[in-house]
């Protein structure tokens, strides 16, 4: 069964320095989306992508955030100047027809 | 967006035992869908029942959903440890957009 795929699984970084988190949806599928999840809190959305622009963001998503689908295959979140507070679980998923989103297992970012 | 909120918020049962979770949520909605979390990692989409729908089936899940008390359940029959994670509930209406958003969930643990 198809599923999407995460890289790294752990990132650690210092404070100030950009990491970009990678995903690779679904292939036939049209929707991109990121989400967070801080320990021990909910998961919150961050930003939706469709037909290759941002459709969708919440407040977390400021200007040190960005997203690209570079190619045909991966959809990527760059965080420009990680905080301490950017420390969280970062988890993509996507969707065919913007229902049902289908996550990947997560990209665990720890910021010192 | 529109949150769900489950109900309990843990639940502790023996295997071979049935589990029942509820959700609640404000406004008129499209769609209700119900998500699995094991400890740590991505969200499982478990099942979708549209506001026309009553009562849907999906393996060892029924899902059934009153629009008038604006509330749905999820019962897990003859559970399993396998099954022990958070449940969430993920309403949507005309107004939520792409995103999904989550309550705290319910946490539920299968003893062996």
């Known amino acids: 069964e198809p599923e999407v795929t995460q890289t790294p699984s752990h990132q650690v970084t210092q404070m100030g320095q950009e990491v970009i988190l990678r995903c690779v949806p679904i292939s036939n599928h049209l929707y991109f989306y990121w989400y967070r999840q801080i320990l021990g809190q909910k998961v919150e959305f961050l930003v939706s992508f469709y037909n290759n622009e941002i459709s969708e963001k919440s407040e977390i998503f400021d200007d040190q955030f960005s997203v690209e689908r570079p190619d045909g295959s991966n959809f990527t979140l760059k965080i420009r100047s990680t905080k301490l507070e950017d420390s969280a679980m970062y988890f993509c998923?996507?969707?065919?027809?913007?229902?049902?989103?289908?996550f990947g297992p997560g990209t665990r970012l720890l910021v010192l | 967006s529109q949150q769900g909120e489950e109900d309990p918020q843990a639940l502790s049962i023996q295997e071979g035992e049935n589990a029942t979770m509820n959700c609640s949520y404000k406004t008129s909605i499209n769609n209700l869908q119900w998500y699995r979390q094991n400890s740590g990692r991505g969200l499982v989409h478990l099942i979708l029942?549209?506001?026309?729908?009553r009562e849907k089936h999906s393996g060892r899940l029924r899902v059934t959903l009153d629009t008038s008390k604006k509330s749905s359940s999820l019962l897990i029959t003859a559970s399993r440890a396998a099954d022990t994670a958070s449940y969430f509930c993920?309403?949507?209406?005309?107004?939520?957009?792409?995103?999904?958003?989550f309550g705290e969930g319910t946490q539920l643990t299968v003893n062996p």
């Open positions: 998923a996507s969707s065919w027809g913007g229902e049902t989103q289908y």
């Open positions: 029942i549209r506001s026309n729908e």
């Open positions: 993920a309403p949507r209406s005309e107004t939520s957009g792409s995103r999904l958003t």
